[in-house]
C-alpha cells in the first residue's frame, strides 16, 4: 500500500481529525439514504475501539458558503448517535473557540461532529486559514470521504500539510483496492456499463478504459450521443453535440483495437419527458420523430446480457433508463439482475446507479457498491485524486 493507513498509525489518547462524506440523501428534513453513514462505521469503530477521541467533518450539500439550516448536518448527528448507541456531540460550527474547547475536553472513545464545512466559503477555496484552524482541533488526521477525494479543499487537502501523521481510513482503502483491481489486473473479460445523463463526465473514463476493457456496454442517455455520431436517427433524444466528434474518435479507436463496443440496438420512446407517458419499442425512422429514448430495448438487454455472463469483472456506472419513471426502469433492473447472478467481480459506483441498484433489490448480490460518483470516474481516468495524493507514504532515504 503506497498509502498510510489506520494500522500505521497508534491512535491511542490521541484526537483523530475524520473527513468522512456524510453527503447524505435527505427529504424534508429526514434522511432517506443512510448508506454514507453506515459506509463509514467501520474506521469510526476501529478508532473507538483504540481509544482515541474522534472528531467527525464532512460537507453536506450546497449551502454555498453561508450557514443554512436546511444543510445542518443535525439529521447526521442523530443517526449516528442512534446506530452507534452513543452520544454525539454536536456543536453549531465547524472551527472557532467552542468548537476547540470542545476538542479540547474529549475524552478517549468520545465523538464529535462538526457542522457543514461548506457554511465556510473556505472551505470549497482550500483557504490555509482555515485548513490551520480545523487541524488545530487534532492530533492527527484520517481521510475515509472516498467521495469527496477528487476535491482538492480545506479539509481534504490544505489541511493535512498541519499533520505529521496522517492515513486514509478503511473505506477508502476498500475503494481503492476495488477500483484499482480494475485497472491494474482485471479479471478477463472486464466489461464497462455506462449510461446515465452526463456523457461529458464520462467520456473521459471511457479512453482510459480502453486500455483494459474488453468490452463497453453503452445505454441510457448518453447512448444517443454514440448513436448520432454513426448517423443513426435518435428524434428528441439527449445528446451532447460537443462530444460527437469524440465519441467517433473513441468507436474508431475500439474497432482498431478489438475492444466491442455495443450501443442500443433497439429503445422504449416517448413524446413526453414524464412519468406515465404513453411509450413504444422504436420500430423504424419515422417513429423517432418528435420522441426521445429513455430506456433501452428488449433486443440490447439481451446482447448486453450475454456479455456480462461471460465476464470476469464488470463496471457499472450510470442508469440504463430514466428508471425514476416506473416505464423506463426495464432495462436498467434487467441488468442489475445479470450482474447479481454473473459470477464476475461487479462493481457498481454512481449516486443514481445505487439509487437504481437499492430499487432493483440486487444490491447485496453486487460484490462492491463504490461510494464515489465523480471520485471514482477519475480515480478509473487514471487521474491521481488530490485528497489520496497527499496521503502518501514519505519514501525513507534507505528505499531511495
Ligand atoms: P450517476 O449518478 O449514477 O453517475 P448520472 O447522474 O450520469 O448517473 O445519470 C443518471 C440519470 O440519467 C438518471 O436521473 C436517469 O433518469 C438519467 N437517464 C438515464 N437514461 C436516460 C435517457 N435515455 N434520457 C435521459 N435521461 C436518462
Ligand atoms: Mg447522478
Known amino acids: 500500500m503506497i498509502y498510510n493507513t489506520l494500522s500505521d498509525i497508534d491512535f491511542k489518547n490521541k484526537k483523530v481529525l475524520l473527513r468522512v462524506?456524510?453527503?447524505?440523501?435527505?427529504?424534508?428534513?429526514?434522511?432517506?439514504?443512510?448508506?454514507?453513514?453506515?459506509?463509514?462505521?467501520?474506521?469510526?469503530?476501529?478508532?473507538?475501539?483504540?481509544?482515541?477521541?474522534?472528531?467527525?467533518?464532512?460537507?453536506?450539500?450546497?449551502?454555498?458558503?453561508?450557514?443554512?439550516?436546511?444543510?445542518?448536518?443535525?439529521?447526521?448527528a442523530q443517526r449516528l448517535a442512534?446506530?452507534?448507541?452513543?452520544?454525539?456531540?454536536?456543536?453549531?460550527?465547524?472551527?472557532?473557540?467552542?468548537?476547540?474547547?470542545?476538542?479540547?475536553?474529549?475524552?478517549?472513545?468520545?465523538?464529535?461532529?462538526?457542522?457543514?464545512?461548506?457554511?465556510?466559503?473556505?472551505?470549497?477555496?482550500?483557504?490555509?486559514?482555515?485548513s490551520q484552524k480545523l487541524a488545530q482541533l487534532a492530533d492527527v488526521y484520517v481521510n475515509d470521504a472516498f467521495g469527496a477525494m477528487h476535491r482538492a479543499h480545506a479539509s481534504t487537502a490544505g489541511v493535512t500539510q498541519f499533520f505529521k501523521e496522517k492515513a486514509i481510513g478503511r473505506l477508502v482503502e476498500k475503494e481503492i483496492s476495488f477500483l484499482g483491481g480494475l485497472i491494474q489486473q482485471p479479471k478477463k473479460p472486464f466489461v464497462v456499463i455506462l449510461g446515465g445523463a452526463k456523457v461529458s463526465d464520462k467520456i473521459a473514463v471511457i479512453e482510459n478504459l480502453m486500455n483494459y476493457?474488453?468490452?463497453?456496454?453503452?445505454?441510457?442517455?448518453?447512448?444517443?450521443?454514440?448513436?448520432?455520431?454513426?448517423?443513426?436517427?435518435?428524434?428528441?433524444?439527449?445528446?451532447?453535440?460537443?462530444?460527437?466528434?469524440?465519441?467517433?474518435k473513441i468507436l474508431e479507436r475500439a474497432h482498431i483495437k478489438g475492444v466491442k463496443f455495443l450501443l442500443p440496438v433497439d429503445s422504449y420512446i416517448a413524446e413526453k419527458f414524464e412519468e406515465g407517458t404513453t411509450y413504444r419499442l422504436a420500430e423504424n425512422d419515422e417513429d423517432w420523430k418528435d420522441n426521445m429514448g429513455l430506456d433501452i430495448g428488449d433486443q440490447t438487454v439481451v446482447q448486453f446480457g450475454q456479455l456480462?455472463?461471460?465476464?470476469?469483472?464488470?463496471?457499472?456506472?450510470?442508469?440504463?433508463?430514466?428508471f425514476e419513471f416506473k416505464e423506463f426502469q426495464r432495462g436498467t433492473f434487467a441488468i442489475a439482475k445479470f450482474l447479481a447472478e454473473s459470477n464476475a467481480t461487479t462493481i457498481v459506483g454512481g449516486g443514481d446507479s445505487l439509487a437504481a441498484i437499492h430499487q432493483s433489490g440486487y444490491a447485496d448480490q453486487i460484490t462492491f457498491l463504490s461510494t464515489g460518483g465523480g471520485a471514482s470516474l477519475e480515480f478509473l481516468e487514471g487521474k491521481e485524486l488530490p485528497g489520496l495524493a497527499v496521503l502518501k507514504k514519505k519514501k525513507i532515504m534507505s528505499e531511495v
Open 21 to 76: 462524506d456524510y453527503n447524505v440523501a435527505v427529504k424534508d428534513g429526514k434522511i432517506t439514504d443512510d448508506s454514507r453513514i453506515l459506509a463509514s462505521l467501520e474506521t469510526i469503530r476501529e478508532l473507538l475501539a483504540q481509544q482515541a477521541k474522534v472528531i467527525l467533518c464532512s460537507h453536506f450539500g450546497r449551502p454555498k458558503g453561508k450557514v443554512d439550516a436546511r444543510f445542518s448536518l443535525l439529521p447526521v
Open 82 to 130: 442512534e446506530i452507534l448507541q452513543k452520544e454525539v456531540i454536536f456543536p453549531s460550527d465547524s472551527v472557532g473557540m467552542e468548537v476547540q474547547k470542545l476538542a479540547n475536553e474529549l475524552k478517549e472513545g468520545q465523538i464529535l461532529l462538526l457542522e457543514n464545512l461548506r457554511f465556510y466559503p473556505e472551505e470549497e477555496s482550500n483557504d490555509t486559514l482555515f
Open 213 to 248: 476493457a474488453d468490452a463497453f456496454l453503452i445505454g441510457g442517455g448518453m447512448a444517443y450521443t454514440f448513436l448520432k455520431a454513426q448517423n443513426f436517427t435518435v428524434g428528441k433524444s439527449l445528446v451532447d453535440d460537443l462530444k460527437i466528434s469524440q465519441a467517433k
Open 308 to 322: 456480462i455472463k461471460n465476464a470476469g469483472s464488470v463496471f457499472w456506472n450510470g442508469p440504463m433508463g430514466v
